[in-house]
């Protein structure tokens, strides 16, 4: 199973990390993963492009974490259409992922 933790502060996304395999295919053909990937991955180069000084993004094997260190109104925007899109995920596929908010 995939795992999102989100930390939120004044109703911002402060941080979060995800980890884990959604289990959902053989290796390179589970579907539940590669929309995972494609999320995370996407937003996380657009947020290491346009917000370089805003974040700190840490990948490694199995996990990838972002900690907002300057808050930035588009930027938290941007979290949460990446949050709304991993959500999808989670409604369509639970057995295989889930999100943890914490406030």
Do not use: W
């Not at 937003?43 to 805003?54: C, E, G, T």
């Amino acid at each position: 199973m995939v795992k999102a933790k989100i930390v939120e502060k004044n109703n911002k996304i402060n941080s979060f990390v995800i980890n884990g395999h959604a289990e959902g295919g053989d290796y390179g053909h589970d579907l539940v993963c590669a929309a995972i990937t494609g999320i995370v991955t996407g937003s996380l180069n657009a947020f290491d492009i346009q917000f370089k000084s805003n974040v700190e993004i840490d990948v490694k094997e199995n996990e990838i974490s972002i900690k907002i260190v300057k808050d930035d109104e588009l930027l938290n925007n941007l979290l949460e259409f990446m949050l709304i899109q991993l959500e999808t995920i989670q409604v369509q596929y639970p057995k295989n992922f889930k999100i943890e908010r914490m406030i």
